[in-house]
């Protein structure tokens, strides 16, 4: 079987109908902040927090009544209309808008902390698509080179110079390059299915991701993690626990009630007939903290703040570790890829050209240059992984530290 068919078996799927969407590295965060199903959800809670907003910190709506008695022989007939309206007497309205107005901040950080979650899964995925394609054009490259020295070997052992059993090996090295491809194609159909969500895509719709692995540049050591919206969050937690816990203060007193009480009368007697009046009057009315002063909720509000602190501490400390991680990753993978490329490649390189020489002047055997050509495809396997887990941590850095885009 030649060279030309294996070509052609491995560009064949690289010759398909253009994708629906084709984006580059670049182009990700963007796609996924606008299209991404559940970010669109989340956005639905900042409008549910805005609309709490609206009905926070207003008075009771007032209560009116009337009562109708008819005139005996002790009291005259009588209406009594009455309008009560409750106030507080504590600034409780004041810190219900004041809550309010900090849970719609709270709830937009809770959004921004979303996107930093699914840029993140999404670029990592991309990063891994793109390493596929990688691997798969250097498979595409070893199978056309064990082709030609599997047609090689079979010419010789047609002639009687080497043993059949050379070219049946070299055939095997093809056929095992392939099997390669092809999970490497799984893995991609893999990865597709999980990022097309995220990006709005239909499942039945084509997604390309375009370019390649961006060079491996360390970020910027950033420092502060008060940055990331998570922890933002967190401080946001803590001052709706303080606002909470004054809230369960002033709810000791409950609300003043004022009220204003009037009606007409009529009584009829003997002498002068049916006699006409009316009365006007004021109440108040005011509950009094004797036997339930809030107690139990101003210790549960002030239990609240206590946790919400602990967390935002240990959301910092979080950040900072997952940071420090990541830019230590960075730093021995890229001095692994760089040992790969510039040492240990130059040396198989020669190492294989060397024997392949040798194996066409009958000077050394197949096995030998096929566990040659073997260990130089793992080199070179493993300096692509090495560039794909330095981007991914360098993924994770930008994700810890709050940075969006990717490195150029």
């Known amino acids: 079987m030649s060279s ?57 709506n007032p209560t009116a009544s009337f009562d109708w008695r008819t005139e005996s022989r002790l009291s005259p007939s009588e209406g009594v209309f009455t309008l ?27 959004v921004r902390n979303a996107e930093r979650l699914a840029i ?26 064990a082709a030609k020295l599997s047609d090689f070997a079979k010419e010789r052992s047609e002639a009687g110079e080497v043993s059949s059993l050379d070219a049946a090996q070299a055939h095997l090295d093809t056929q095992r390059l392939q099997v390669e491809a092809r999970r490497l194609d799984n893995e991609s159909i893999s990865l597709l299915g999980r990022l097309k969500p995220m990006l709005g895509l239909q499942p039945s719709s084509s997604l390309e991701v375009i370019g390649e692995l961006p060079g491996m540049k360390i970020p910027a050591t950033r420092k502060d993690g008060t940055q990331r919206a998570d922890y933002a969050l967190s401080q946001k937690k803590i001052e709706t626990s303080r606002i909470g816990l004054d809230l369960a203060k002033s709810n000791k007193w409950k609300d003043l009630t004022v009220g204003l009480v009037g009606g007409p009368e009529a009584q009829s007697l003997a ?52 940071a420090d991680t990541a830019r230590r990753e960075m730093m021995a993978l890229s001095a692994m890829a760089k040992e790969t490329r510039e040492k240990l ?19 050394t055997e197949l096995a030998t240059l096929l566990r040659a050509s073997d260990q130089r495809l793992q080199l070179e396997s493993a300096a692509l992984d090495a560039e794909r887990d330095f981007h991914l941590a360098r993924i994770r850095y930008e994700s810890a530290t709050g940075i969006h885009a990717p490195a150029p």
């Open 4 to 60: 030309r068919f294996y070509l052609f078996f491995f560009l064949t799927p690289l010759a398909v109908s253009a994708a629906d969407l084709t984006l580059p590295l670049e182009a990700i965060p963007r796609r996924v902040v606008e299209n991404h199903p559940e970010l669109k959800a989340a956005h639905v809670a900042v409008k549910q927090a805005k609309a709490r907003q609206l009905g926070a910190g207003r008075l009771e």
């Open 120 to 145: 993140s899964t999404a670029q990592e995925l991309a990063i891994q698509l793109l390493a596929i394609r990688g691997q798969k054009a250097l498979r595409v490259q070893q199978t056309s080179l």
């Open 84 to 110: 009560d309206q409750s106030f507080p007497v504590t600034r409780r309205l004041r810190l219900e808008r004041k809550l309010t107005l900090e849970l719609v901040t709270a709830a937009e950080l809770e």
């Open 271 to 322: 002498s002068s007939g049916q006699t006409r009046t009316g009365f006007l009057g004021m109440r108040f009315s005011i509950p009094l903290p004797l036997w339930n002063r809030n107690e139990s909720e101003q210790a549960e509000q002030a239990a609240n703040v206590e946790r919400a602190q602990l967390e935002s501490t240990a959301i910092l400390s979080q950040i900072e570790s997952d």
């Open 345 to 363: 490649l130059p040396l198989a390189n020669e190492q294989t050209n060397s024997l392949k020489k040798a194996y066409e002047n009958g000077q």
